[in-house]
């Protein structure tokens, strides 16, 4: 079973971002994330502060716009929309979730598609499922990049993704779809996940279930991605039973240091322009 070190993956991506940057410096650019955070929320909180700490040390700019929950929408658009006419920010990512009054997606919606580091725009949402170049979310463009370090073939290939959420599930379905894979897609009324899985070249989990595959559900020498981040008996695990799933799996990644490792590399690529996906 080969381990599909995540951390290896983020590396490469780190010394190509950095170049990158110093790039634009020798040319007097310097470029800018900027991240807004409203509210409270605690993991939003501890998210932004280390997306600010990485995207630093990579030589991108990071200033943290915060708020108070009571901010009011019209203020939140104002700021972004002089966030997109300033030539210096390339990217702006906005902390989710945002407090209730606010309506998420119209925030979303105000950032300029070429600076929307999350891919959360309809636009760029659209984009993806349309098959025209888009900025897509980190997470599934981490799990791309894991495939294509490791030279994971996915044309012809049975690919099973396991969860559709927005975010995660359903453009990671899209991006395997733009590679010529077949591709399934299960949730909650998958009848049969275990025969559906069994099938799977490539079996993607995007859950929020600890252990919920196991070996049974795994063909031999599959390769198994696990995007799930669960907390049990105070140990991060993902959604993959990994030690039983690496002894019938060809590939597998660890839950720490996996597809989490790849996610905020992918922001910074996307900050500076380097990964939208064309089909
Ligand atoms: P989500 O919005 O809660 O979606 C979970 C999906 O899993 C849903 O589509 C749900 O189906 C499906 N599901 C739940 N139970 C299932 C079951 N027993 N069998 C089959 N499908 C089932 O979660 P998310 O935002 O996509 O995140 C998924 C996981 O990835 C979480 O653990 C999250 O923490 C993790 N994550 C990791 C990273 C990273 O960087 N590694 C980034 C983002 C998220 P229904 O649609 O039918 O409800």
Redesign the pocket.
Known sequence: MKLLDGREVAAFHRSRIERRIAELQKGHIQPKLVIFLVGGDKPSAMYAASMQKTARSVGLQADVYQYEAAVQEAELIARIEQCNADSSVFGILLMMPLPPHLDAQSVVNAIRPDKDADGLTDCNVARLFTGRPAFVP??PQ?VMAILDYYGVELAGKEVVV????????KPLAQLCLARNATVTQ?????AD?KAVTRRGDVVIA????AG?VTADMIKPGAVVID????RVDGKTV??VAFDEVAGVAGAVTP?PG???A??TMMVLANVIGGTTHSM
């Open positions: 980190c997470t981490a396991i969860g559709r959420s927005a975010v995660v599930g299960c949730h909650t009324g998958t996940l995007a859950v929020g279930k919920l995007v799930g981040i669960n993902g959604d839950v996996g597809v989490g790849v996610t």
